[in-house]
């Protein structure tokens, strides 16, 4: 198949905790495995592209949340891309802009860009620690690890699924017991690590949504740090 090309979208708002990581990981499991790959950032000075094959969106603080969701509101490639079936990754804020509204915390509330059933409001306390939780998405049979640090607590709504049943940490909300939202071809969660690279598993099953089933990749220094991280709970 022709070149993968992986979207970073808006790392210059969304990019806190390290999230554009997961385009990178991405983009090495492919070329480990022989396909071509290459990530397209597409920042604030420009649209975006609905043509690409995946898409990840990282976490932002309150100011840069507005921003990144102004423009896509403003230039809905994303939301083209989606509706057509090509994976979005939505990491901690982006779950909260890719809703119908989030609440700052100043408590005025922001139309989201509607792709995923969820709302968010401020939460009493920040949520901030490691997470372990047990994957509901099919396909998937490996705990999921990473960290959180929100104020923000998501309510799900009828057409959006948990990712992930909590293990330990908060998740979505404390005393939820979930962590994330699955809807169409729209994956988020509040791990950060980066995500992916904590989470193969999780990187493998987007990416066989692009380019099919792939052959499992034996990475000691992958397993190495998986198993740390689950130490760490």
């Given at each position: 198949?022709n070149t993968?090309?992986?979207?970073?979208?808006?790392?210059?708002v969304?990019?806190?905790?390290?999230?554009?990581?997961?385009?990178?990981?991405?983009?090495?499991?492919?070329?480990?495995?022989?396909?071509?790959?290459?990530?397209?950032?597409?920042?604030l000075?420009?649209?975006?592209?609905?043509s690409?094959?995946?898409?990840?969106?990282?976490?932002?603080?309150?100011?840069?949340?507005?921003?990144?969701?102004?423009?896509?509101?403003?230039h809905?490639?994303?939301?083209?891309?989606?509706?057509?079936?090509?994976?979005?990754?939505?990491?901690?804020?982006?779950i909260?802009?890719?809703?119908?509204?989030?609440?700052?915390?100043?408590?005025?509330?922001?139309e989201?860009?509607?792709?995923l059933?969820?709302?968010?409001s401020?939460?009493?306390?920040?949520?901030?620690?490691?997470?372990?939780?047990?994957?509901?998405?099919?396909?998937?049979?490996?705990?999921?690890?990473?960290?959180e640090?929100?104020?923000?607590?998501?309510?799900l709504?009828?057409?959006a699924?948990?990712?992930?049943?909590?293990?330990?940490?908060?998740?979505?909300?404390?005393?939820?017991?979930?962590?994330?939202?699955?809807?169409?071809?729209?994956?988020?969660?509040?791990?950060?690590?980066?995500?992916?690279?904590?989470?193969p598993?999780?990187?493998?099953?987007?990416?066989?949504?692009?380019?099919g089933?792939?052959e499992?990749?034996?990475?000691?220094?992958?397993?190495?740090?998986?198993r740390?991280?689950l130490?760490?709970?």
């Open positions: 198949m993968v090309q992986i979207g970073l979208v808006l790392p210059d969304m990019g806190t905790y390290g999230d554009g990581g997961n385009a990178v990981v991405l983009r090495q499991r492919l070329r480990l495995r022989g396909i071509a790959a290459e990530i397209v950032e597409i920042t000075a420009e649209p975006v592209p609905d690409l094959d995946l898409y990840t969106l990282g976490g932002a603080e309150d100011y840069a949340q507005r921003l990144a969701t102004k423009h896509l509101l403003t809905q490639g994303l939301q083209r891309a989606a509706a057509r079936g090509a994976p979005v990754l939505a990491i901690c804020a982006a909260q802009v890719l809703g119908h509204w989030y609440e700052t915390s100043a408590g005025e509330r922001v989201g860009v509607g792709l059933d969820v709302t968010t401020p939460q009493p306390r920040r949520t901030i620690g490691e997470v372990v939780s047990t994957p509901l998405l099919d396909g998937m049979t490996q705990p999921l690890t990473g960290f640090n929100h104020r923000g607590g998501t309510v709504g009828a057409d699924r948990p990712l992930a049943a909590v293990v330990k940490g908060a998740g979505n909300r404390e005393g939820d017991g979930y962590d994330g939202a699955v809807q169409g071809s729209v994956v988020a969660t509040y791990l950060h690590g980066p995500c992916l690279a904590r989470n598993e999780l990187a493998d099953l987007l990416l066989s949504r692009v380019v089933p792939l499992p990749l034996v990475l000691p220094e992958v397993e190495q740090l998986r740390e991280r130490a760490a709970r």
